[in-house]
């Protein structure tokens, strides 16, 4: 089945600082990805609809100019989180359509904490 | 909007069957997705239904009521390494989830 491989797995940051999470389809071509959140205990909450060569589609709520997304390939998309504040630390995972077939398939998760 | 709801905890002894319920409100429906999250890690696909009725898969089937806005997800012969959170999410234009059940499979 499709590969969607995300990195990093984790990262600490300060707060005010940047941090990029990136999400690769490997062995497929994704025109588009999702990107979820999900706090402790809680189910995942889509932030985002990441599209190929055009701007994302933003969930209400969720920030644009603070949750920055670039899907400039056919394989990548971006997710930047700017000015991290503590309250920003979540599990970050991305999706894709698997073109094989009806499913979904995510990455492997990005735990950030904001100190 | 969507409207996706399940039960919070279960709780089960190995070797038994438990039952999830998901009952759903959509604005149109495209199919719905049962998945498995371990604590920590990203979500693995169990099952999809997208036409009423049951869909079995070794030790887990999953049910699909349209009219009714209503699925549920088996598990039979439970493992302790069944214990996760089941996520029942279903898809209109887009995937959304439920809060997800919490199964605890005890000795």
């Known amino acids: 089945g499709a590969v969607v491989s995300q990195h990093p797995s984790w990262v600490i940051c300060k707060s005010g600082t940047s941090v990029k999470i990136e999400c690769r389809s490997l062995?497929?071509?994704?025109?588009?990805m999702f990107w979820y959140r999900q706090f402790p205990k809680q189910s995942l909450m889509l932030m985002a609809t990441?599209?190929?060569?055009?701007?994302?589609?933003?969930e209400q709520g969720v920030e644009k100019d603070k949750f920055l997304i670039n899907h400039a390939s056919l394989t990548l998309s971006t997710l930047t989180v700017t000015s991290a504040h503590p309250e920003d630390s979540s599990f970050y995972i991305c999706?894709?359509?698997?073109?094989?077939?009806?499913?979904?398939?995510f990455g492997s998760g990005t735990r950030l904490t904001v100190v | 909007g969507q409207n996706i709801d399940q039960p919070t905890e279960m709780t089960a002894t190995e070797g038994a069957i438990v039952q999830i319920n998901c009952t759903y409100q959509?604005?149109?429906?495209?199919?719905l997705f049962w998945y498995q999250q371990h604590a920590g890690e990203a979500p693995t696909f169990l099952s999809y239904?997208?036409?009423?009725g049951l869909e079995e898969k070794g030790r887990f089937s999953s049910f699909l009521s349209r009219s009714k806005g209503y699925s549920y997800l088996l598990l039979k012969e439970l493992q302790m390494k069944d214990s996760a959170s089941y996520l029942c999410?279903?898809?209109?234009?887009?995937?959304?989830f439920g809060a997800g059940t919490t199964v605890t499979v005890r000795a």
């Open positions: 990441s599209n190929e060569g055009s701007k994302a589609t933003y």
């Open positions: 999410a279903v898809r209109s234009s887009e995937l959304s």
């Open positions: 239904n997208v036409l009423d």
């Open positions: 959509t604005s149109g429906f495209n199919g």
């Open positions: 999706s894709a359509r698997d073109p094989q077939d009806y499913g979904y398939t």
């Open positions: 062995d497929f071509q994704a025109t588009t």
